[in-house]
């Protein structure tokens, strides 16, 4: 080959070679991650931690019991609401009837619950009748529903009775629908109601 085709093809070569290490991007290293500064904390920097956790551990321990306190209050409420629950008779009559019965079973539960509650009951009547004989019935009445609570094993000390006839009527007029409200047996709760506990 002739010298000045062997010098020309160097130079193409050349050339060439420096043309692909001009567009070959040089590799840079890769930026380094951002140093978040430590904080530092000083003894009340430290000091102010612990207080601020305390008042959070005080704060959740605060709610924590009004929500039991709260929760006891209803359940308090919801026995004392079930001990005062009227029973309701059928016209000119002192037998219980099965709801009656229910309402009483629920508050025998409550009664073997609490020793110390007493309760009174109130026999009462619609206006029809004379005024004994409304007593009368009013007295057979509390002491049926009396009676069954002592047959389960309830002290009978534990529950006084009255009647109070037709004298103390829960609704007034001359309706069916008002004779019917006033055919009932109330429940006092007359000693022991400060401390109630909730049966289980």
């Known amino acids: 080959m002739p010298r000045a085709t062997r010098l020309t093809a160097l130079a193409i070569v050349a050339a060439a070679s420096l043309m692909g290490a001009c567009?070959?991007?040089?590799?840079?290293?890769p930026a380094p991650a951002p140093v978040t500064p430590t904080e530092t904390c000083d003894a009340a920097c430290m000091e102010r931690r612990r207080?601020?956790?305390?008042?959070?551990?005080?704060?959740?321990?605060?709610?924590?019991?009004?929500?039991?306190?709260?929760?006891?209050?209803?359940?308090?409420?919801?026995?004392?609401?079930?001990?005062?629950?009227?029973?309701?008779?059928?016209?000119?009559?002192?037998?219980?009837?099965d709801a009656a019965k229910a309402t009483l079973d629920a508050k025998i539960a409550i009664l073997r619950a609490n020793p110390q509650l007493r309760i009174r009951i109130g026999g009462h009547a619609d206006s029809r009748g004379s005024d004994e004989?409304?007593?009368?019935?009013?007295?057979?009445?509390?002491?049926q529903a009396k009676r069954y609570i002592t047959d389960q094993g309830i002290d009978g000390l534990r529950i006084d009775i009255a009647s109070f006839g037709e004298e103390q009527p829960a609704a007034q007029g001359d309706s069916e629908d008002a004779y019917a409200q006033n055919r009932r047996g109330e429940f006092e709760i007359i000693a022991g109601g400060d401390t109630i506990t909730v049966p289980q």
Request: aromatic share 4%; hydrophobic share 50%.
């Open 133 to 143: 004989y409304n007593l009368a019935l009013g007295q057979r009445r509390a002491a």
């Open 51 to 97: 207080a601020e956790e305390v008042a959070r551990t005080a704060a959740a321990e605060k709610a924590r019991l009004d929500s039991i306190a709260a929760a006891r209050a209803g359940a308090v409420a919801a026995v004392r609401a079930t001990l005062v629950e009227k029973i309701m008779f059928n016209y000119d009559q002192s037998d219980l009837s």
């Open 23 to 29: 567009k070959k991007k040089p590799e840079v290293a």
